[in-house]
């Protein structure tokens, strides 16, 4: 890589430290347009890559070749607003979901509340989206996933599922997006969250926030069972009354 290319990026990249061996590379902001219903909504856009403690940003800058990344998937952040200063702002640690987010599946809620806490954020004034690669499935990935789904067509709940392959019922880790957070502000946040135990386990990593903003809808036919199952097994807030979409 050329040294010009290397100079013009690296302004770009804030290193922060995350754990003793490795750091986190954050690169940003980047403006994202964004078609949000009928409205174009401009974003910051922010990803990172967790690299070791001793790499300094040219360096990571002329590995990128070997590190194959297109292999796996980094997280990244859309900011909305004064997202350092507002006095109030919402956030959504959002976990990827392949079937859901990308092709509309209807067997969960996410692609729903993917886009659903965008407009909440915007609604809002200011907000940030954070949306976590190594989270699919709630953290046993895209293939192990596919298992569980043919395992829950045979009368397995979700958890069950997970289980029976030998995996805990949630093993995302937030580490990572939490150090991404403080790095980007000190203040005060609201958790876009049905799930109190998010909430807790994210306070105990040092997010600070006191309350978490329920979002339920897109209740259908295909994920009522999958949605009781969060309720009744994994602590969720109870789903509102509302009726059933095909």
């Not at 403006?31 to 001793?54: A, G, H, S």
């Not at 580490?175 to 991404?180: D, E, K």
Request: proline residues 4%; charged residues 25%.
């Amino acid at each position: 890589m050329e040294q010009n290319v290397i100079n013009l990026l690296q302004d770009k990249i804030q290193i922060i430290s995350y754990n003793e061996e490795q750091n986190l590379s954050l690169v940003g902001p980047i403006k994202l347009p964004v078609q949000l219903d009928e409205e174009v909504v401009t974003f910051q856009w922010y990803t990172w890559l967790e690299i070791d403690k001793t790499k300094t940003k040219e360096e990571l800058l002329q590995s990128l070749p070997s590190l194959h990344l297109a292999d796996y998937q980094q997280s990244s952040v859309l900011v909305y607003g004064d997202f350092k200063n507002a006095e109030e702002t919402l956030i959504r640690m959002h976990s990827i979901c392949h079937t859901g987010d990308i092709f509309g599946s209807k067997r969960c809620d996410c692609g729903f509340q993917l886009k659903e806490s965008m407009r909440m954020i915007v609604k809002n004034g200011s907000g940030a989206l954070f949306y976590l690669a190594n989270h699919e499935g709630r953290g046993i990935g895209l293939f192990t996933k596919s298992l569980a789904y043919l395992l829950q067509e045979q009368g397995f709940d979700t958890v069950e599922a997970n289980n029976a392959l030998d995996f805990p019922d949630d093993i995302r880790s937030y580490g990572a997006p939490i150090r991404v957070l403080q790095a980007l502000r000190i203040k005060e946040v609201k958790l876009i969250t049905n799930n109190p135990k998010k909430l807790k386990a994210l306070q105990e990593l040092g997010l600070a926030a006191d309350e978490n903003v329920p979002l339920w809808g897109d209740v259908s036919i295909f994920n009522e069972g999958y949605l009781e199952t969060k309720v009744k097994k994994s602590g969720h807030i109870p789903l509102k009354e509302e009726p059933l979409t095909i």
